[in-house]
């Protein structure tokens, strides 16, 4: 799976958030605007940005949502436990699956997972032009994607959680 792929897995629980966040910003600051003391383009500038970056993310968890609707119950749950962490939905959807194999097998899942979503996010047009497009002018994508590539985004939560692989070392 492609680096940008990964951040836009990473950034997929917290999708929500980002735009309700983003549209309450561009709101502030249009009514900071009346007593600001910037001028009005720079305002204006700012305020586009906001809503520029919060129509990105939309556009993005659609993306997502129709990707992860093509999976199965097990490729879902295997990419809440990796990329997600979400412990409500693992807890609450997924409570009666935990990984009942190996640490071989799971990472055979996982490479098999990771080969199917890079196909279905290429087949839905999520190509790294289209990623690089969309988000070319926003920094937090552009840092998420840095920290992928150096390995600092991507930390084994596994090592950390109560949930734990049959034969896999903590």
């Not at 600051?29 to 939309?58: N, P």
Request: overall charge positive.
């Amino acid at each position: 799976m492609k680096d940008y792929q990964k951040a836009m897995l990473l950034v997929y629980p917290k999708i929500g958030r980002l735009i309700a966040d983003l549209g309450q910003l561009a709101e502030a600051k249009a009514y900071a605007s009346y007593s600001g003391r910037e001028a009005t383009e720079t305002c204006v500038a700012r305020i586009l940005s906001y809503l520029h970056a919060r129509d990105c993310f939309a556009v993005l968890k659609d993306l997502v949502d129709g990707v992860l609707a093509r999976l199965s119950r097990e490729e879902r749950y295997l990419l809440e436990y990796k990329y997600f962490r979400r412990r409500k939905v693992l807890e609450g959807e997924f409570a009666d699956m935990q990984c009942a194999f190996s640490a071989r097998t799971y990472y055979r899942r996982q490479r098999r997972l990771a080969a199917k979503l890079n196909n279905l996010f290429l087949l839905s047009g999520a190509d790294r032009a289209w990623f690089d497009s969309l988000f070319a002018d926003i920094a937090y994508m552009r840092a998420l994607v840095d920290g992928v590539r150096s390995g600092e985004a991507m930390t084994d939560k596994r090592a950390r959680a109560t949930l734990r692989v049959r034969g896999a070392r903590a």
